[in-house]
Nanobody, 120 residues
Framework: VQLQASGGGLVQAGGSLRLSCAAS????????MGWFRQAPGKDREFVAS????????YYADSVRGRFTISRDNAKNTVYLQMNSLKPEDTAVYYC??????????????WGQGTQVTVSS
C-alpha cells in the first residue's frame, strides 16, 4: 500500500493550497480517508476525513469553513483544499486510510507527509 501526498509548499497568510494524496495497493473506493497534520513539537492532530462514498465529511473545529476534503474514486485520490491559510496551519500534512475518526491509531495506512508553511 502506498499513499503519496503532494501539493505542500510556502504560502502567505490568507492564501490557498490544494493537497493531493494518490493511493495504490488498496481498494481505495471502499476506504474512508483522513488528513492529519503535525507541527514541530506537537502531537499529530486530526484535520478532516471523508467516507468512502464521499457523502459525509468531518472537520476539526480549527479548519471548518476554510478547508474542504474531497475524493475522486476513479483516480484513487483524496484532496484537501485549504483556503484562508493562517500561520498556525503550518505543519507536515499526512493522508491516512481506514477510518473517519480523529484518533491516528484507528488508521491502517499513512502517507509520507507534505510540508505546508504559512508565512505571516
Amino acid at each position: 500500500v502506498q499513499l503519496q501526498a503532494s501539493g505542500g509548499g510556502l504560502v502567505q497568510a490568507g492564501g490557498s493550497l490544494r493537497l493531493s494524496c494518490a493511493a495504490s495497493g488498496l481498494t481505495f473506493s471502499r476506504k474512508d480517508m483522513g488528513w492529519f497534520r503535525q507541527a514541530p513539537g506537537k502531537d499529530r492532530e486530526f484535520v478532516a476525513s471523508i467516507r468512502w462514498r464521499g457523502a459525509s465529511t468531518y472537520y476539526a473545529d480549527s479548519v471548518r469553513g476554510r478547508f474542504t476534503i474531497s475524493r475522486d474514486n476513479a483516480k484513487n485520490t483524496v484532496y484537501l483544499q485549504m483556503n484562508s491559510l493562517k500561520p498556525e496551519d503550518t505543519a507536515v500534512y499526512y493522508c491516512a486510510a481506514g477510518s473517519i475518526y480523529g484518533r491516528p491509531n484507528l488508521y491502517d495506512y499513512w502517507g509520507q507527509g507534505t510540508q505546508v508553511t504559512v508565512s505571516s
